[in-house]
């Protein structure tokens, strides 16, 4: 990938979401919404890679921001500039991770988990298994959804019937998903999860310059809000 969020490691994506978070405490007024905002949207049009997943997750930014200033608007007075303050906290919080999330490769994280932070190894393996699934769920749901149209009980066009099938396959994904937890459980207690205290690791887990310089980066823009309201 040609941005650098795409070649730094997933224990750094991680912690620029959290940064958002802190970023988004720091919002208080329209300087410090504009600062973090701002800050926030140079840092990912610079490091972010190009067709790092679909522009359409943006939407669900897009409709929290939306809902949030219109109720803080009218449950809060009438007042457009609480609403703007609080529309744009709600955007710096949600937009690091929702533009960071496709790039978070599940075993890279576990390897930083484990071999950076030293996080017990059953813990690592189940959060990896965990994203794992996660990603598989759409698949899961097409090939539910397509076993019942092959057996002739697909939706038919009015909205109850849809419903119904959205619930029967809704179930069918459910049931899978706890079938692939058992194995998976299966499996991890055959290799020692259970009572093994030291395991190796497969690859390695380097930190390089990029991973450093990307961190400091965010970690300046999540405080840029804090020293706008110091300033002032």
């Known amino acids: 990938m040609t941005g650098a969020l795409g070649r730094v490691n997933a224990l750094v994506l991680v912690a620029l979401g959290l940064l958002g978070l802190v970023a988004s405490l720091g919002v208080r007024d329209v300087a410090s919404a504009a600062v973090a905002l701002g800050g926030s949207l140079a ?9 790092a997943g679909s522009p359409a997750r943006y939407l669900a930014v897009v409709v929290a921001v939306a809902s949030v200033a219109w109720s803080t608007w009218l449950l809060g007075g009438h007042d457009p500039v609480v609403a703007a303050v609080a529309g744009a906290r709600i955007a710096v919080l949600a937009l690091p991770g929702v533009a960071l999330a496709p790039l978070v490769d599940p075993s890279g994280l576990a390897d930083q988990l484990g071999q950076r932070l030293r996080l017990p190894a059953r813990f690592v393996v189940g959060v990896a298994a965990a994203l794992q699934r996660f990603e598989r769920l759409g698949a899961v749901w097409e090939q539910a959804s397509r076993a019942r149209r092959s057996r002739g009980v697909g939706p038919g066009r009015g909205p109850l019937s849809r419903a119904r099938h959205a619930a029967s396959v809704t179930f069918a994904v459910l049931a899978a998903t706890l079938r692939d937890a058992a194995a998976m459980s299966v499996a991890m207690d055959t290799r020692g999860f259970a009572g093994a205290h030291r395991r190796t690791w497969a690859e390695p887990a380097p930190w ?11 970690a300046v823009v999540a405080a840029l809000p804090f020293a706008v309201l110091a300033w002032r």
Request: hydrophobic share 50%.
């Open 43 to 51: 840092l990912g049009l610079v490091l972010l890679p190009r067709g």
């Open 208 to 218: 390089t310059r990029t991973d450093g310089v990307v961190l400091a980066a965010g």
